[in-house]
């Protein structure tokens, strides 16, 4: 494939619909953790509530952050995938 048609293959894809993946799977470690409230959950490991919402919600982030993310909730990157992603 050519550079140009790569190029405009890449910004054709929709990420959204994986970062909402992702951000479920947040939320569903969270709540297996028996944490009902995401905000608890934040105050408890010094993580800002607004900013662990957004996690949550499926916004955007660093793959450093969503390591971190896994290690808090007690998994690795490959157990964090190991559920509701082909």
Same mark, same amino acid.
Request: net charge positive.
């Given at each position: 494939?050519?550079?140009?048609?790569?190029?405009?293959?890449?910004?054709?894809?929709?990420? =959204?619909?994986?970062?909402?993946?992702?951000?479920? /799977?947040?939320?569903?470690? &969270?709540?297996?953790? +028996?944490?009902?409230? *995401?905000? =608890?959950?934040?105050?408890?490991?010094?993580?800002? /509530?607004?900013?662990?919402? &957004?996690?949550?919600? +499926?916004?955007?982030? *660093?793959?450093?952050?969503?390591?971190?993310?896994?290690?808090?909730?007690?998994?690795t990157?490959?157990?964090?995938f190991?559920?509701?992603?082909?």
């Amino acid at each position: 494939m050519a550079k140009k048609e790569e190029v405009a293959s890449l910004k054709s894809l929709d990420a =959204t619909a994986d970062l909402k993946k992702i951000g479920a /799977r947040i939320k569903q470690l &969270r709540k297996k953790l +028996g944490y009902t409230s *995401y905000e =608890t959950f934040a105050n408890e490991h010094d993580i800002h /509530r607004v900013q662990w919402g &957004r996690y949550e919600q +499926g916004l955007d982030m *660093y793959t450093s952050t969503l390591i971190k993310i896994a290690t808090l909730l007690g998994v690795t990157i490959k157990e964090f995938f190991s559920e509701g992603f082909d």
